[in-house]
């Protein structure tokens, strides 16, 4: 069974940084595309970031410069280092799989997801 489970969420003041985890198992993630979306309450989902099975990346322009992904490869695991956070980002963070090693922004081409971590951002 194929799991993604988000970790690193929590509240912190506009300015500051957090370092969102996503753990993979259940199959091989080495050749997916592993990308991050966010959800604010009352928006739609939306895309932040994705790293390709060779580490290529896309950013959501919003986040361009703040937010970097990384993947372990050897360990199935994800990286999202938010730094300069502000109050719009504060959503609920979820990571997402894709079945192939495609670059992708879209949310309906991505396979499997988190249950998603909380982060909040004061001003």
């Known amino acids: 069974q194929v799991q993604l489970v988000e970790s690193g969420g929590g509240l912190v003041q506009a300015g500051g940084s957090l370092r969102l985890s996503c753990a993979a198992s259940?199959?091989?993630?080495?050749?997916?595309?592993m990308g991050w979306f966010r959800q604010a309450t009352g928006k739609e989902r939306e895309f932040v970031a994705a790293?390709?099975?060779?580490?290529?990346?896309s950013y959501a322009d919003s986040v361009k410069g703040r937010f970097a992904a990384s993947r372990d490869n050897a360990r199935n695991t994800v990286f999202l280092q938010m730094n300069n956070l502000k109050p719009e980002d504060t959503s609920v963070y979820y990571c997402?799989?894709?079945?192939?090693?495609?670059?992708?922004?879209?949310?309906?081409?991505?396979?499997?997801w988190g249950q998603g971590t909380q982060v909040t951002v004061s001003s």
């Open positions: 997402a799989s894709t079945r192939w090693d495609i670059m992708t922004t879209k949310a309906d081409h991505y396979a499997y």
């Open positions: 259940g199959r091989t993630f080495s050749n997916t595309v």
């Open positions: 790293i390709s099975g060779s580490g290529s990346t």
